[in-house]
């Protein structure tokens, strides 16, 4: 599954460190164990499934459907009860018949709703062999994604339409099917389906045959499935196109609603690149016979695509390119989103992990092999500088008290629910990357490799892959995996004094931890691959610093950095004069150390490890001509920082808001000028990038010049279609909608309502409540729990209100719960109002969101209500105890850079060029 997409602008400020006003979905606070050999499971054992024949018949007008089940099982000891999961379904008949032919007896069913179960029982023993249990039995189709669900959207000439489709993971199979509905219990799916005759029916497998119904309907008979979890089945039904071509035997496909296929363009074409890749680097070749992607309008806030086996689903927003509006940044999160989902065709789908305390082995390996592939096959768009903004998301997480372990002990449906985060992504991908540089990139393929073939249709723990890779390498891996994946936290390396012999130069290393909100915190160990290089010097050294000591010696003599290409995970801690010689360097290091060595200032300076204004010594050593991604993530940096200053700002003194303002506009508008609104023929894609940032950023700074040529390209449109380029269209709105009086808010608001392109019509009204106006927002939280968005866009735009007024936010989400339940998938309910309220920096919050956790959830599901909490606590210990240190830097710096701070905003004016 790939996690909720966020929008460029909070994509790229989110990776930007921890000066960030809020942060995407916190996580569950659980101490770890490694997963036992005796897998969890909420059923009880000796009864194993081993193919299921399904017939559906799905009723889209009245949101319900019928259904006959056929399910071959082994009964390995006698027993008077069957129970499976079953969630929201009404059995009306069941029964139970040997396999090889004889008398079919009837069970008795119960259903018990809290521990999604059904219960079926014999009035005589079952004996142990193979069974037919065969049920009929109804259930609903949901407005959320989970389980069977619907989506509406306007369809061709205004009518509205409604399509199908199906999510099950984590454990929403059991909304369509009694099933065994855990990742170990695999088995085989031979699905047909009832549906109108004019409509596509779409599933993990080709149609094996299409039978006309006398009714207008026809019934299609999918192929049957090799061997897999309940969770990656899929079925989706609507009027559909799709377009395919042949990559090695396989038949690709995209899938898209009437009239959206030519969108769907590249990510047809970016399919098969991926696919030819991958059927090489696993040296399995994808099994099945055709793969598809199929898009869905509408959002989640658990997920953006799924990777259901040769059936991927993605949201619109993460597989269509319009050029109406989708961005350079769109375009490379479509082609990463799907790297993502193809990964798991092998790594999730044919190896799955046994239970969900793996759950990092489906993600963490995914993640990274999306990284790996978008930066190997568009080497132009430089996307393996982002590697740094995922580890710093991960690191921002693991640094505060509530963190996890990367493999951890899971129980209920909640805990898996909520064991998709940070730590399971974004750690998980940083500690292969890390792994993968200490092991070297071709011993990591053949290890992965040797682990596909060996487990090829079954399922694994992490150890499994250990013991591949350590094979592989021939190199002791497997312990070092176990500090980072075992345990919580981020290792901290002191880098001691250099010493300079006969050209070489050696650092002493000390391991200690990086705590953020725990200074005194006793250390855990880890043995920590380091690569260390002297600046300007092309060759590296490594060393494993173990037992807490080390040291490094590189080739060369002047500034070493240490982290060189920012594989490692951990945080650098220099003397002041390593430092100070690193910043004097700056310009001289490769941009990934430059955007690392940001990253670890911002984080060490928050931590008052460092003076919280180093940070800004490094954006003052960055020359104009510097990497445009490193500037992107300046730009977020000093967004980041700003938002906390707005935080202070909200009792009413706004001087230094406005003087921190002044300075960042100081700096970022020239570089606007530089790379002007208009793209240049044959930029590159970072540019795209960057200028989209800079856009984004001036306008949250206030700067006047670029907020009223923003309005006046915006104004430009309504005649000339063509006075905006479509890849800043989106950005430009952003701007207007951001600053938006409420004559323009209304103008806006038509707007939407008049747009027929559900991909643009979502983004417009999400727009709606991006506005910095605290009376529009209300509005924009009124309008949400109306019919008129959509029931899949209302959780976006509250969310969206949530990034400026988490209080407010929080506080209409509490007043309306039982609407804002409605709204948002199942998986999603008990993650969504702590995400809500994690950008605040009011002390009372903590005690609402306790409340909320003690009225609404289970004890055992409260770890993203605590990461919140840790969250806000720590936000307002930064704002209280780091924020002068800036404004002392500001004192002693700002003027010469900003030419005169404390006049009115926007002086750096960035309009018209
Ligand atoms: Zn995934």
């Given at each position: 599954m790939h996690r909720k997409l966020l929008s460029a602008a909070v994509a790229l400020t989110l990776a930007a460190g921890p000066f960030v006003h809020a942060s995407a979905a916190p996580t569950r606070a659980r101490a770890g164990a490694p997963a036992s050999a005796d897998t969890t499971t909420q059923l009880p054992r000796g009864v194993i499934?081993?193919?299921?024949?399904?017939?559906?018949?799905?009723?889209?007008?009245?949101?319900?459907?019928?259904?006959h089940a056929v399910v071959s099982i082994n009964v390995s000891k006698a027993t008077n009860t069957i129970t499976l999961n079953a969630a929201d379904l009404k059995?009306?008949?069941?029964?139970?018949?040997?396999?090889?032919?004889?008398?079919?007896?009837e069970a008795l069913a119960t259903v018990d709703a809290d521990a999604q179960t059904a219960t079926f029982t014999f009035a005589q023993p079952v004996a142990p062999g193979m069974y037919r249990l065969a049920m009929d039995y109804t259930g609903v189709i949901g407005t959320q994604a989970a389980g069977l669900f619907s989506l509406d959207y306007p369809g061709a000439g205004g009518k509205q339409e409604r399509a199908l489709y199906t999510q099950f993971e984590n454990s929403d199979a059991r909304r369509m099917i009694p099933s065994?509905?855990?990742?170990?219990?695999?088995?085989?799916?031979?699905?047909?389906?009832?549906?109108?005759?004019?409509?596509?029916?779409?599933?993990?497998?080709?149609?094996?045959?299409?039978?006309?119904?006398?009714?207008?309907?026809?019934?299609?008979?999918?192929?049957?499935?090799?061997?897999?979890?309940?969770?990656?089945?899929?079925?989706?039904?609507?009027?559909?196109?799709?377009?395919?071509?042949q990559v090695d035997g396989v038949d690709v496909g995209v899938v898209t609603r009437r009239g959206a296929l030519p969108q769907a363009r590249f990510a047809l074409d970016a399919s098969q690149a991926i696919l030819r890749e991958y059927n090489d680097y696993f040296g399995v070749r994808y099994p099945l016979p055709k793969l598809d992607n199929v898009a869905g309008t509408g959002r989640s806030q658990f997920f953006s695509a799924m990777e259901n086996w040769g059936a991927i689903f993605t949201f619109e927003y993460a597989l269509l390119l319009d050029p109406a509006i989708s961005t350079q940044h769109d375009r490379q999160e479509i082609f990463?989103?799907?790297?993502?989902?193809?990964?798991h065709q092998w790594f999730g789908d044919l190896v799955t992990m046994r239970w969900w305390d793996d759950l990092w082995l489906n993600e963490g390996f995914a993640s990274w092999m999306e990284s790996r592939t978008t930066a190997r096959l568009h080497p132009e768009w430089?996307?393996?500088?982002?590697?740094?903004?995922?580890?710093?998301?991960?690191?921002?997480?693991d640094s505060v008290a509530g963190t996890h372990p990367v493999v951890q002990h899971v129980e209920t449906v909640e805990q898996a629910n909520q064991a998709f985060d940070e730590i399971t992504y974004s750690k998980g991908e940083s500690v292969i990357r890390m792994l993968e540089a200490y092991v070297g990139e071709n011993a990591w393929k053949n290890g992965v490799r040797a682990y596909m073939k060996a487990h090829a249709y079954g399922n694994t723990v992490s150890d499994d892959l250990w013991k591949q890779i350590e094979k592989a390498a021939g190199k002791p891996v497997t312990a070092i995996a176990h500090d980072f994946t075992l345990q919580p936290g981020v290792p901290l390396i002191q880098v001691g004094e250099p010493v300079c012999r006969d050209g070489n130069t050696t650092v002493p290393l000390t391991q200690a931890e990086f705590a953020r909100d725990q200074p005194g915190k006793a250390p855990l160990a880890w043995r920590v691959p380091v690569i260390a290089q002297v600046a300007g010097n092309a060759k590296q050294a490594t060393t494993l610093v173990s037992g807490g000591k080390g040291a490094v010696t590189v080739p060369g003599c002047g500034a070493v950095i240490v982290n060189a290409g920012q594989s490692g995970y951990y945080?650098?801690?220099?003397?002041?004069?390593g430092f100070a010689r690193l910043a004097q360097q700056f310009s001289a290091l490769a941009p990934i150390d430059q955007i690392g060595l940001l990253g670890d200032s911002s984080a060490l300076g928050q931590a008052g490890l460092q003076p919280a204004s180093s940070v800004l010594d490094l954006v003052q050593a960055t020359p104009a001509s510097a990497d445009p991604a490193v500037w992107t993530r300046i730009a977020a940096l000093l967004?980041?920082?700003?938002?906390?200053?707005?935080?202070?700002?909200?009792?009413?003194?706004?001087?230094?808001?406005?003087?921190?303002?002044?300075?960042?506009?100081?700096?970022?508008?020239?570089?606007?000028?530089?790379?002007?609104?208009?793209?240049?023929?044959?930029?590159?894609?970072?540019?795209?990038?960057?200028?989209?940032?800079?856009?984004?950023?001036?306008?949250?700074?206030?700067?006047?010049?670029?907020?009223?040529?923003?309005?006046?390209?915006?104004?430009?449109?309504?005649?000339?279609?063509?006075?905006?380029?479509?890849?800043?269209?989106?950005?430009?709105?952003?701007?207007?909608?951001?600053?938006?009086?409420?004559?323009?808010?209304?103008?806006?608001?038509?707007?939407?309502?008049?747009?027929?392109?559900?991909?643009?019509?979502?983004?417009r009204y999400t727009l709606l409540a991006a506005t910095q106006d605290r009376a529009l927002a209300l509005r924009a939280l009124r309008l949400?729990?109306?019919?008129?968005?959509?029931?899949?866009?209302?959780?976006?735009?509250?969310?969206?209100?949530?990034?400026?007024?988490?209080?407010?936010?929080?506080?209409?989400?509490?007043?309306?719960?039982?609407?804002?339940?409605e709204r948002v998938d199942a998986s999603s309910r008990s993650r969504y109002l702590a995400r809500l309220a994690t950008g605040s920096s009011d002390p009372a919050m903590v005690n609402k969101l306790g409340a909320y956790a003690q009225a609404n959830l289970a004890p055992t599901s409260r770890g993203d209500v605590e990461a919140a909490i840790a969250a806000i606590k720590d936000r307002i210990q930064v704002n209280a105890v780091r924020l002068p240190a800036i404004d002392a830097w500001l004192g002693e710096n700002g003027r010469q850079v900003a030419g005169g701070l404390g006049a009115a905003q926007g002086q750096g004016g960035s309009a018209s060029r």
């Open positions: 499934p081993t193919h299921y024949k399904i017939s559906l018949t799905p009723d889209a007008a009245t949101a319900s459907f019928g259904a059995f009306s008949r069941v029964t139970l018949a040997p396999a090889a032919g004889g008398a079919e007896r065994w509905d855990e990742p170990a219990y695999k088995a085989s799916f031979a699905l047909d389906v009832t549906v109108p005759d004019g409509q596509m029916a779409v599933s993990n497998m080709p149609a094996a045959n299409t039978t006309p119904l006398p009714d207008g309907r026809k019934r299609v008979t999918f192929a049957t499935t090799p061997k897999m979890s309940t969770y990656l089945l899929f079925f989706a039904t609507g009027d559909f196109e799709r377009a395919a071509a990463a989103t799907a790297a993502h989902e193809m990964a430089n996307t393996q500088l982002g590697t740094v903004g995922t580890r710093e998301v991960a690191m921002r997480r945080r650098t801690l220099y003397t002041s004069a967004d980041g920082i700003h938002a906390r200053y707005q935080e202070q700002a909200q009792g009413g003194d706004t001087t230094r808001q406005r003087r921190f303002a002044a300075f960042a506009i100081a700096r970022l508008a020239p570089l606007m000028a530089q790379v002007g609104w208009n793209a240049r023929p044959g930029e590159a894609s970072t540019v795209a990038n960057l200028r989209e940032q800079l856009i984004v950023v001036l306008s949250d700074l206030g700067d006047a010049g670029l907020i009223a040529e923003a309005r006046r390209r915006y104004a430009a449109l309504a005649t000339d279609a063509n006075a905006v380029p479509g890849p800043l269209r989106k950005t430009v709105m952003g701007v207007v909608a951001q600053h938006a009086d409420a004559a323009m808010w209304d103008q806006l608001h038509t707007a939407a309502r008049n747009e027929t392109t559900p991909l643009v019509r979502d983004q949400a729990l109306t019919d008129e968005p959509g029931l899949t866009i209302s959780a976006e735009m509250i969310a969206e209100v949530a990034m400026r007024y988490p209080d407010m936010a929080f506080d209409f989400a509490i007043a309306n719960l039982a609407q804002i339940n």
